[in-house]
């Protein structure tokens, strides 16, 4: 264990003495801005924290999803993108292939039946929630 912060704290930090220390005694045409800089700080910090997840199980669920209908991306791409180091995101230009064929297979019709079209609902809804959860989680209160 280390006493050295990292990002993510150092951001929730700076965002709690702004809130606390800078915001009440600015002047009123000023601090909207300044809470558009804490809102921002914070979905910095979440996705720090949580981002690298969010996009590892998007990854995961995409690959599944896109081999169960015979969809799958080259077996290159997948690779690549399944031996992303767990420290790192995923390369985005292979979740961006990824998500491309998603949208090809949808538009080829591989999810309009069971079972494959309550996976992709189930996909679409789990990962909307985890970004959710990094841009707005107040949208989810109740939800999850």
Not at 45 to 71: K, V, W
Request: a neutral charge; glycine letters at 6%.
């Amino acid at each position: 264990m280390t006493d050295i912060p990292d990002a993510s704290n150092l951001l929730v930090t700076a965002r709690e003495v702004l809130l606390a220390d800078i915001v009440p005694g600015l002047p009123k045409e000023l601090r909207h801005a300044a809470l558009m800089i804490a809102n921002a700080m914070a979905i910095a910090a979440r996705e720090h924290r949580d981002g690298a997840d969010a996009l590892r199980g998007e990854t995961a669920r995409l690959r599944e999803l896109l081999e169960a209908t015979g969809s799958a991306a080259e077996p290159a791409t997948i690779a690549a993108t399944a031996a992303a180091p767990a420290s790192r995101a995923p390369v985005p230009a292979d979740l961006d292939t990824l998500r491309r064929r998603l949208v090809e297979a949808i538009r080829g019709g591989a999810f309009d039946g069971p079972p494959h079209h309550a996976a992709l609902i189930e996909h679409l809804s789990r990962t909307s929630a985890d970004w959710t959860a990094i841009s707005n989680p107040k949208a989810l209160r109740g939800t999850r």
